[in-house]
T-cell receptor
Framework: EAGVTQFPSHSVIEKGQTVTLRCDPI?????LYWYRRVMGKEIKFLLHFVKESKQDESGMPNNRFLAERTGGTYSTLKVQPAELEDSGVYFC??????????FGPGTRLTVL | AQSVAQPEDQVNVAEGNPLTVKCTYS??????LFWYVQYPNRGLQFLLK??????LVKGSYGFEAEFNKSQTSFHLKKPSALVSDSALYFCAVKDTNAGKSTFGDGTTLTVKP
């Protein structure tokens, strides 16, 4: 069974540009989560989808971040315009229930 | 609100010695507790979890963790460390009714030969 995949693995952009991160969850997992780790600190929750609906988006830092999960399959996280403080590793996780979350390898975003 | 504390940024042990990585938590309801490991240039990998039942939980690669409700702790342990165990370890907690997990800052484990 394929695990959670994320694309790209690395992204380097300039301040003010737009970046879109993609996450493909494990097939059949209704729950999809986005997290990020900034500057070697703790992994912070961004938002939670159940199928295509946003269950909890309390962790989204501001309106420059937009997450979608059309059709309840893969998800995208767009940052527009990117700022320096958005640099970090963005993790996606999926789960068949509200139990164990299975994480992808992450996307390392660097904003210059 | 839920929170996790991993009081040690780094843990150093010699190969063959027992290891402990500490974690304490705070949650309003009954906790689900998890340990994840991140090897260099890799994603987070699930190690073990406590949901209910036996306080001693066994997981992957010979790791185990003990849930202690009175001390609100969930320390990760292994009887005999391997050099290959060197990695970054994260403790996480979630309320049974919550979707999101809250993570600690992570502890870097270094096992020296």
């Amino acid at each position: 069974e394929a695990g959670v995949t994320q694309f790209p693995s690395h992204s380097v952009i300039e301040k003010g540009q737009t970046v879109t991160l993609r996450c493909d969850p494990i097939s059949g997992h209704d729950n999809l989560y986005w997290y990020r780790r900034v500057m070697g600190k703790e992994i912070k929750f961004l938002l939670h989808f159940v199928k295509e609906s946003k269950q909890d988006e309390s962790g989204m830092p501001n309106n420059r971040f937009l997450a979608e999960r059309t059709g309840g399959t893969y998800s995208t996280l767009k940052v527009q315009p990117a700022e320096l403080e958005d640099s970090g590793v963005y993790f996606c996780a999926s789960s068949p229930n509200r139990d164990t979350q299975y994480f992808g390898p992450g996307t390392r975003l660097t904003v210059l | 609100a839920q929170s996790v504390a991993q009081p040690e940024d780094q843990v150093n042990v010699a190969e063959g010695n027992p290891l402990t990585v500490k974690c304490t938590y705070s949650v309003s309801g009954n906790p689900y507790l998890f340990w994840y490991v991140q090897y260099p240039n890799r994603g987070l990998q699930f190690l073990l979890k406590y949901i209910t039942g036996d306080n001693l939980v066994k997981g992957s690669y010979g790791f185990e963790a003990e849930f202690n409700k009175s001390q609100t702790s969930f320390h990760l342990k292994k009887p005999s460390a391997l050099v290959s165990d060197s990695a970054l370890y994260f403790c996480a907690v979630k309320d049974t009714n919550a979707g999101k997990s809250t993570f600690g800052d992570g502890t870097t484990l270094t096992v020296k030969p």
